[in-house]
């Protein structure tokens, strides 16, 4: 598997997502085509449990992404309640994507 690297200047989008009591900066990379290949993560308290996990988890992310995993595979990976909403930010931030894209066909 060979890793696709992100190209120096990308189109991204920066938006707050609110978890629980927690609100996130989120943001997230694109390659030329549209497709996801960073996540970013970050709460308002540095170095708290919440921002360290969170930013962790992103960091992961990105790295799957860029390595092919698709979207999708992601999404449904994660946890979510019973009613299917997702349970932390990084999956709030994979839905995001997946509603900002749906009607542009994701790869």
Known sequence: ?????????????TFDLM?????YTATFGLYD????GELFIDG???GSDAQVNARDAAVLMSIALQY????DVLRHAISRTP?????????????????????????
């Open 1 to 13: 598997m060979t890793r696709e690297i992100l190209p120096a200047r990308r189109r991204s989008e």
């Open 19 to 23: 978890v629980g009591n927690i609100r």
């Open 33 to 36: 085509d549209g497709r996801p």
């Open 44 to 46: 308002l308290k540095a």
């Open 68 to 71: 092919g995993a698709p979207v």
């Open 83 to 107: 009613n299917g909403a997702p349970q932390g930010p990084v999956g709030m931030l994979l839905d995001r994507f997946a509603e900002i894209t749906a009607g542009e066909g994701e790869p």
